[in-house]
């Protein structure tokens, strides 16, 4: 919402590996249907070369190294050299990472490779709830928890929906499970 309010047309990217628990498909419908309604905003799968396999493998496995810095480095290059100039992406909004410090490199590498070029970065902190910082990881954590009513206090409606659903519960149930398999 912050971010539509500072341009005329928002494109979101959904990072389109399908690495997380909850799959590409689901995502992107989860955020399409959020802003269904909304004709400044333009919900789109990242494709190879946002976030990817391709680009950032080491993103996948959360492991912060040297070889993370540079695909990190390269991502933050490609989508700035290449991507925002070919679709005359003026700014790229970035939520503030306190919390993972492979993103909160990713997001440093970002910045750098915005300089001297047409896109500029800006980060939103965060928001909080009760003195905790919203993150997939902790919505991710209360659901594991059964939590389940805290969960849906960080989350949009439609992503609360999603997640009462048959699918949603699939997932949740996944969740729950992730770490008595270990």
Known sequence: EYAARQVDELVIFIVE?????????????IVES?????????VVKGGPYII????????????????TKFYAELDAEIFSGKIAKDLEI????VGEEPLDKLT????????KSTIGKTVELE?????????????????????????YEE???????????????EEG???????????SNK
């Open 123 to 147: 980060m939103i902190p965060r928001l909080e709830e009760e003195g905790n910082v919203i993150s997939a990881s902790y919505v991710r954590r209360l659901l594991k928890e059964a939590k």
């Open 52 to 67: 990817s396999q391709a680009t950032f493998p080491t993103y996948f496995i959360k492991q912060l190294d040297d070889a």
């Open 90 to 93: 003026d700014i790229r909004f």
């Open 34 to 42: 959020e802003f269904k309604n909304r004709n400044d905003i333009v």
């Open 17 to 29: 590996e399908d690495k997380s628990i909850f799959p590409t498909d689901d995502r992107f419908k």
């Open 169 to 179: 519960l699939r997932i949740i149930k996944k969740i729950q499970e992730e770490d």
């Open 104 to 111: 909160n490199e990713y997001n440093k590498k970002l910045r």
């Open 151 to 165: 969960a849906f206090k960080m989350v949009p409606k439609c992503t609360e929906d999603f997640l009462k659903s």
